[in-house]
Protein backbone atom coordinates (compact mmCIF):
# COMPACT_ATOMS: atom_id res chain seq x y z
CA UNK A 1 0.00 0.00 0.00
CA UNK A 2 1.09 3.69 -0.25
CA UNK A 3 0.59 5.99 2.38
CA UNK A 4 1.38 9.19 3.22
CA UNK A 5 1.96 10.61 6.99
CA UNK A 6 1.36 13.75 8.71
CA UNK A 7 2.34 14.65 11.90
CA UNK A 8 1.82 17.76 14.30
CA UNK A 9 3.28 18.06 17.36
CA UNK A 10 2.56 20.41 20.03
CA UNK A 11 6.48 22.40 20.66
CA UNK A 12 6.13 22.66 24.61
CA UNK A 13 6.92 20.46 27.15
CA UNK A 14 9.28 17.85 25.23
CA UNK A 15 7.82 18.23 21.60
CA UNK A 16 10.84 19.17 20.56
CA UNK A 17 12.74 15.78 21.94
CA UNK A 18 9.23 14.09 20.84
CA UNK A 19 9.41 15.72 17.02
CA UNK A 20 13.16 14.89 16.65
CA UNK A 21 11.99 10.87 17.80
CA UNK A 22 8.72 10.66 15.39
CA UNK A 23 11.10 12.25 12.74
CA UNK A 24 13.54 9.32 12.90
CA UNK A 25 11.09 6.39 12.96
CA UNK A 26 9.23 7.72 10.03
CA UNK A 27 12.36 7.95 8.04
CA UNK A 28 13.08 4.72 8.62
CA UNK A 29 10.09 3.26 6.91
CA UNK A 30 9.22 6.11 4.65
CA UNK A 31 10.47 9.11 2.42
CA UNK A 32 10.74 12.89 3.48
CA UNK A 33 8.75 15.18 1.47
CA UNK A 34 8.57 18.10 3.93
CA UNK A 35 9.26 19.39 7.28
CA UNK A 36 6.25 16.65 9.19
CA UNK A 37 5.35 14.91 5.85
CA UNK A 38 6.37 11.10 4.47
CA UNK A 39 5.34 9.37 1.92
CA UNK A 40 5.95 5.52 0.95
CA UNK A 41 4.80 2.36 -0.21
CA UNK A 42 4.77 0.26 2.81
CA UNK A 43 3.71 -3.48 3.53
CA UNK A 44 0.68 -3.85 6.00
CA UNK A 45 2.84 -5.68 8.74
CA UNK A 46 5.32 -2.85 8.56
CA UNK A 47 3.04 -0.09 8.95
CA UNK A 48 1.65 -1.53 12.23
CA UNK A 49 5.50 -1.84 13.07
CA UNK A 50 5.89 1.78 12.66
CA UNK A 51 2.20 2.12 14.18
CA UNK A 52 4.31 0.65 17.50
CA UNK A 53 7.07 2.01 17.40
CA UNK A 54 5.46 5.77 17.19
CA UNK A 55 3.02 5.46 19.50
CA UNK A 56 6.26 4.90 22.24
CA UNK A 57 7.02 8.84 21.34
CA UNK A 58 3.38 10.64 20.48
CA UNK A 59 1.95 12.20 23.27
CA UNK A 60 -2.10 11.11 22.72
CA UNK A 61 -2.89 14.34 24.69
CA UNK A 62 -0.92 16.58 22.38
CA UNK A 63 0.58 15.74 19.23
CA UNK A 64 -1.44 13.83 16.01
CA UNK A 65 -0.55 11.62 13.48
CA UNK A 66 -2.77 11.35 10.24
CA UNK A 67 -2.14 8.77 7.60
CA UNK A 68 -3.53 8.34 4.13
CA UNK A 69 -4.03 5.16 2.50
CA UNK A 70 -3.91 3.98 -1.28
CA UNK A 71 -3.43 1.18 -2.60
CA UNK A 72 -0.58 2.37 -5.42
CA UNK A 73 0.63 5.74 -6.04
CA UNK A 74 -0.44 5.39 -9.27
CA UNK A 75 -3.53 6.40 -7.94
CA UNK A 76 -2.54 9.74 -6.39
CA UNK A 77 -1.98 12.98 -8.54
CA UNK A 78 0.57 15.67 -7.00
CA UNK A 79 0.30 19.43 -7.85
CA UNK A 80 2.64 21.78 -6.27
CA UNK A 81 2.00 25.44 -5.20
CA UNK A 82 4.95 27.46 -4.68
CA UNK A 83 8.10 26.74 -4.52
CA UNK A 84 8.85 23.00 -5.94
CA UNK A 85 10.76 20.50 -3.96
CA UNK A 86 12.71 17.86 -6.20
CA UNK A 87 12.78 15.09 -2.92
CA UNK A 88 8.78 14.89 -3.59
CA UNK A 89 8.83 13.24 -7.18
CA UNK A 90 7.06 9.83 -5.64
CA UNK A 91 3.68 11.13 -7.40
CA UNK A 92 2.55 11.43 -11.39
Not at 27 to 39: C, G, I, N, P
Amino acid sequence: MYIILVYDIEMAEGGARASRRIFKTCKKYLSHVQKSVFEGDITPALLKKLQTELNSDIRKDKDSILIFKSRESRWLQKEFWGKEDDKTSNFF
